[in-house]
């Protein structure tokens, strides 16, 4: 059966979140609330040091204290297979034997309180024999630099290499991980330029800052071991549990609830083994729950340098471009060689080239480990790309959105060779964007400017994600995927989808919680690919539950399954309609409990194309470098929206957070110390931040792979924020701002030397 | 930490009286103590306004508030919003109607600042209170539109 949009009834409704009433309430429960009988609380002892050897860990004093149970170290991971990694396996439960960034947990222990907990940690004594630190990716790429490992990598199962492209691990010291990306032939397109355009970048180094710390509570019984805990990947955190572990995949099992914020530094393994080694070596439940000071040195956005050169036609046809992308992986691989693929590989953005070269460094330093971020790599992309898309409009003298407009992408043509076709249409986004910052046009203003940014992400690559659809006899329906919820309305947007199928209203569809013991196999809330991967698995369960249903439902009623129909929680065969529990009990006996459809998607290397497209107007101060935001029009494009409302509201927030990041965000460093990765110094966007004009027009092109033709839309709203206040600065005052956040001194300073010249 | 004091609040309308240690954080004597866990506790330095409840009517960071502190006071937290005669408050109303909620955890501490803030005469003092709390999921717009009445009538610039 297919619906069309005129004909759908639950899909593409702004219905409030369906969890939304229990979060108001404080009803809403996340794992930071869960308490058990007998439970025992963990804290964490962090390096104090960049770069070091452990030369001894003295915990007995601690052990004195009175309330402690069980204290961890380095030593306690002997039997165990400690290290943890996406791809390469190079990160220690605990440190062992040396530590590797300010941060780096090295004890841990349990006590029956946290008062006791960070009481005891005071007495722990450790001594370390400083090595040099590698703060910055020169410091680590320096001829003279110390490796930061010096013993053979934990590499395992790395991913065949993307298309039109090879990677090589740890190729120098120090360096983790290497991509190279070509197509086309370069060579011959560099010369036929007649303009070329060459920049170096900078993105800083960005913390998730969700609002909930990483939390666990482990505990041991006789099945084995069982964990709450708020990481958005449980079924990958299952597996990697029991592997480090070495216990059975069966013997380990994860429950998710509520996740308060991730934004990626939820994903993979982080803290959590802690909580169990130290569950297991208790012999109680121990709960783990960082500060947000700790969750936000466990891991981080990467920085970045890039170097990037693009070269074009007199007439503004873009040509070919060369990136050369030194990420700043931190002390160890987390997902980093993921990162650098989708960095690599992304280059050509919206557009049409003839050739793209890119080469993809991530550099060990002794800092924080960068991990998945929102974007996972396209906002780097996109601050580079698009603000030298716009340099190269005004060497041409070419309105820059008539430049892009130029070189987009059509729908339907992949952007290079191999990669999936774009499902999007790229000019009605732009032209709305455009035509709501501009107005009625009028006199230009001294001071002010507009800039436009374009980006395309993609979506639910290489996904797989199972779903079950349960009828009960009271007509309402159970379902099940394990996509975590952690803020993106996944429970809302499958509410509406089996709503949809079933002819339910949302009040009769309830979620199950996650738990890998009975909820169908996901293998991770990433990259956007709730809604289309899992929701496609919802949708082909649903129908399935309803086709068994009424499959039972001819045979009670002796008719013909194609006679009857599912309305209102209700079987309808012609004027007579049946309650699901009447026809439970007709049948008597043996009559099932339930009506199960089951269902999987797997998905290929891209899914589906996020796009985003961005508008700003600034004011920038040319005595000071100050500038405000005026105006931020975004637009969003999903295929269908299941929920309009919830869509807008991500593409919102991601928007912040790239105003945030355009503004102020960066985790600095002062010597070997973070300067400010915790809360209270960390500026993150506030509601006076919001630009006065603040507006995300939401488009719905139709072409999604996902359910009713929808797609994720998570990712895309950030990537163009950066680069199009870079560019509404340039076009207000005349100069680029090329390193970010795009600081007021760094404004006056490129005005100051723009006088100079 | 053996030290300790004996307090004596409203919480919610109810009477409760404990012994606590001295350090004990009013956040924390709320969900440890008494297991009202709908008060959150996410930055723990008093920058993102998730911990908020009212004491006496205003908006205070429950996690930089020391319990003794609330002695002899009145403290509502949001199960106090919420559960008054199973009234769901205005604010929450709007908050739910416009969709505020994403991951959720500032929401309790969301509904308690603008829950303080509707109670409040119109004031320059009042106005950017709305600044206070931290939402990082939803870009606050949707916030800024459900609170809007409020805003307006507190002379805030919206």
């Known amino acids: 059966m297919t619906l069309r949009a005129n004909q759908l009834t639950q899909v593409g409704r702004s219905i409030p979140g369906v969890d939304s009433r229990a979060k108001l309430s404080g009803a809403a429960r996340y794992t930071s609330d869960i308490a058990m009988e007998g439970m025992l609380h963990a804290k964490i002892l962090h390096s104090t040091r960049a770069h070091a050897l452990i030369k001894s860990i003295d915990v007995s004093a601690a052990q004195a204290v009175p309330g402690v149970i069980a204290i961890v170290t380095g030593d306690d991971l002997a039997a165990l297979d400690p290290h943890y990694g996406m791809f390469i396996r190079d990160q220690p439960v605990l440190a062992i034997g040396k530590v590797r960034y300010v941060g780096e947990p090295v004890v841990a222990l349990a006590a029956i309180d946290e008062a006791t907990a960070c009481r005891a940690l005071e007495c722990v004594r450790v001594a370390y024999q400083d090595l040099q630190p590698l703060m910055t990716i020169a410091d680590a790429l320096a001829p003279d630099a110390p490796a930061l490992f010096t013993d053979e990598l934990h590499a395992h199962a790395l991913p065949p290499s993307p298309v039109n492209s090879r990677y090589v691990q740890q190729p120098s010291r120090n360096v983790l991980f290497a991509y190279d990306y070509a197509v086309g032939n370069a060579d011959a397109w560099w010369p036929l330029c007649d303009h070329i355009v060459e920049q170096n970048f900078s993105f800083a180094r960005l913390s998730h800052y969700s609002l909930e710390p990483h939390v666990c509570v482990a505990r041991f019984n006789e099945q084995g071991l069982e964990v709450w805990s708020n990481n958005q990947d449980p079924f990958l955190l299952q597996l990697d549990i029991a592997r480090i572990f070495r216990l059975p995949v069966k013997a380990v099992r994860f429950h998710t609830g509520f996740i308060g914020g991730g934004f990626g530094g939820k994903s993979y393994c982080k803290s959590e083994p802690i909580g169990v080694l130290l569950a297991q070596k208790a012999r109680r439940p121990v709960r783990l729950a960082l500060t947000m000071a700790e969750s936000m040195q466990t891991t981080c956005e990467h920085g970045a340098q890039i170097h990037l050169r693009s070269g074009v036609s007199a007439n503004g046809e873009t040509l070919v471009r060369e990136a050369n992308v030194l990420l700043d992986g931190g002390a160890y691989a987390d997902a980093s060689p993921s990162v650098a693929m989708r960095i690599g590989s992304r280059f050509n953005g919206p557009y049409r080239w003839k050739a793209v070269t890119t080469k993809v460094k991530v550099v060990r330093t002794t800092t924080i480990p960068a991990g998945s971020f929102r974007g996972f790599g396209s906002a780097h992309v996109t601050w580079a790309a698009e603000s030298q898309m716009d340099v190269i409009a005004r060497e041409l003298g070419i309105d820059p959105c008539d430049f892009r407009r130029r070189n987009f992408i059509a729908l339907g043509d992949p952007g290079a060779p191999g990669e999936t076709p774009l499902d999007c249409e790229l000019n009605e986004g732009l032209d709305a964007v455009a035509r709501r910052i501009k107005g009625n046009g009028g006199p230009r203003i001294n001071g002010r400017g507009i800039g436009f940014a374009v980006a395309v992400k993609s979506g639910a690559g290489g996904h797989r994600a199972d779903a079950r659809v349960r009828i009960l006899p009271s007509g309402s329906a159970l379902i099940a995927t394990g996509v975590s919820e952690i803020g993106q309305s996944t429970r809302t947007a499958m509410t509406q989808v089996a709503a949809e199928v079933l002819g339910l209203a949302p009040e009769q569809v309830e979620v199950e919680e996650i738990d890998t013991q009975t909820t169908p196999f996901d293998a991770g809330t990433h990259a956007s690919s709730g809604i289309a991967v899992s929701g496609i698995a919802i949708k082909q369960a649903a129908e399935k539950a309803r086709d068994a249903l009424l499959a039972f439902a001819a045979d009670v009623l002796g008719c013909r399954q194609g006679e009857l129909d599912f309305r209102q929680g209700e079987v309808v065969h012609g004027d007579a309609s049946y309650a699901v529990a009447d026809l439970v009990a007709r049948h008597g006996d043996g009559a099932p409990t339930d009506f199960t459809g089951e269902a999987s998607k797997q998905t290929g290397a891209g899914f589906f194309w996020m796009p985003a497209w961005t508008a700003a107007e600034v004011e920038v101060d040319v005595e000071t470098g100050a500038f405000t935001v005026l105006q931020l029009i975004n637009a969003a494009e999903v295929g269908t929206a299941i929920n309009p409302q919830r869509c807008i509201s991500q593409a919102e927030g991601a928007a912040v957070q790239g105003l945030g990041q355009s503004l102020f965000e960066e985790i600095a460093y002062e010597g070997a110390v973070p300067a400010n990765a915790e809360p209270l110094k960390y500026r993150v966007a506030r509601m006076n931040d919001l630009p006065s004009r603040f507006e995300t027009v939401l488009l719905e092109q139709g072409h999604g792979p996902g359910p009713f033709g929808a797609k994720g839309v998570g990712e895309a709203g950030n990537l163009t924020i950066p680069a199009a206040i870079a560019n509404a600065i340039h076009d207000a005052v005349g100069v680029r701002v090329t390193d970010l956040p795009l600081r007021p001194e760094r404004v006056l300073r490129a005005i100051l030397s723009d006088k100079i010249r | ?158």
């Open chain 2, 1 to 158: 930490m053996s030290e300790t004091i004996s307090v004596s609040m409203m919480v919610n309308g109810e009477r409760r009286d404990a012994e606590v240690p001295v350090a004990l954080m009013l956040a924390d004597f709320l969900r440890d103590n008494l297991r009202l866990l709908g008060t959150k506790v996410a930055c723990d330095q008093g920058a993102c306004g998730a911990c908020t409840v009212l004491v006496d009517g205003l908006p205070t960071t429950s996690c930089l508030t020391f319990a003794f502190v609330a002695e002899g006071r009145d403290v509502t937290t949001v199960e106090g919003v919420t559960a008054a005669d199973a009234v769901w408050d205005a604010v929450q109303q709007a908050l739910h109607e416009h969709g505020a909620p994403q991951c959720g955890f500032c929401m309790p501490g969301l509904v308690m600042l603008s829950k303080g803030l509707s109670m409040q005469p119109a004031s320059a003092e009042a106005a950017g209170w709305l600044n206070a709390n931290i939402c990082r999921c939803s870009g606050y717009e949707v916030i800024r539109r459900a609170l809007a009445p409020w805003i307006a009538t507190r002379g805030i610039p919206a």
